[in-house]
């Protein structure tokens, strides 16, 4: 009997069809797998590409700042070189002056003796700061006896 099933075009048509469907269901099994993997991987590339401009847009926002600090820094540069050269001139001017002063000294006999007279006693109150602590300490300073004249009336009358 199995000889005679054997030598049958159905047997063969029926074992083809059998192997056919197993092939066909072994396909469809490895395409549903690939479109599986397939789905992930486009997933992970879908993230991979949202850090990517994440990291352009840090990028640019850090090149930015980055900008902005060296402007800056320029700019504190720039003011540092300005004021040191104002310092410079300024000290040439009060050393100039202050040469003119010596000058002046030697040369004017009337400004020599105003400049080494001794300053008026009221003018020598003014430049005396005690020790104050508070409000009260200022107020009892000022109303002692040694506060200033009124406006208008001279020092000793």
């Known amino acids: 009997m199995w000889r005679s099933l054997l030598r049958s075009p ?4 029926l074992l083809a069809l059998a192997i056919a469907l197993a092939g066909w269901g072994w396909a469809a099994r490895s395409a549903a797998k690939a479109e599986g993997k397939v789905s992930t991987l486009q997933s992970d590339l ?3 590409n949202d850090k990517a401009v994440e990291a352009e847009r840090r990028e640019k926002l ?3 700042v ?7 820094l320029d700019a504190q540069a720039t003011a540092a070189a300005t004021l040191q050269r104002q310092l410079g001139d300024l000290t040439i001017t009060a050393t100039t002056r202050a040469d003119t ?13 105003w400049a080494d007279r001794s300053l008026p006693d009221p003018v020598i109150r003014l430049l005396q ?14 109303s002692g006896p040694d506060s200033l004249p009124t406006a208008g ?3 000793g009358q």
């Open 10 to 13: 159905l047997t063969w048509l």
């Open 46 to 48: 879908k993230a991979a």
């Open 62 to 64: 850090k090149d930015r």
């Open 66 to 72: 980055i900008d902005t600090l060296t402007g800056e």
């Open 101 to 113: 002063i010596k000058r002046l000294k030697r040369e004017n006999t009337e400004l020599k003796e």
């Open 129 to 142: 700061r005690p020790a104050l602590t508070g409000a009260a300490d200022y107020q009892a300073h000022l």
């Open 153 to 155: 009336s001279q020092p």
